[in-house]
């Protein structure tokens, strides 16, 4: 069994920055990829970020490549994901998840362990 918590989501303006995170307990942390998934209401669940076991492998959506970076500290079990030039249509639930392979995958069937998820809310 994995626990995942996220943490640090909240309000911010269009144009600004926000820092999420996922603190993982119950398993071999650094053993598995990390991936960040987000869902707005009314929406499907859709991939965001991932990262492999070591941290050297990352994959982007297209709508977050070049804004968004996704990173991991395998001392401190946790993922982050940092926001940058945040728009309103990053509006959503953003969740971990942990995959159940060490490397970079991106559809959710792939991923064994979800977080409770944090709201992320742009203001225009």
């Known amino acids: 069994q994995v626990q995942l918590v996220e943490s640090g989501g909240g309000l911010v303006q269009a144009g600004g920055s926000l820092r999420v995170s996922c603190a993982a307990s119950?398993?071999?942390?650094?053993?598995?990829?990390m991936g960040w998934f987000r869902q707005a209401p009314g929406k499907e669940r859709e991939f965001v970020a991932a990262i492999n076991w070591s941290g050297d492998s990352t994959y982007y959506a297209d709508s977050v490549k070049g804004r968004f970076t996704i990173s991991r500290d395998n001392a401190k079990n946790t993922v982050y994901l940092q926001m940058n030039s945040l728009k309103p249509e990053d509006t959503a639930v953003y969740y971990c998840a942990a995959a159940r392979t060490g490397l970079v995958v991106r559809t959710t069937n792939e991923y064994g362990y979800w977080g409770q998820g944090t709201q992320v809310t742009v203001s225009s």
């Open positions: 119950g398993r071999t942390f650094s053993m598995y990829a």
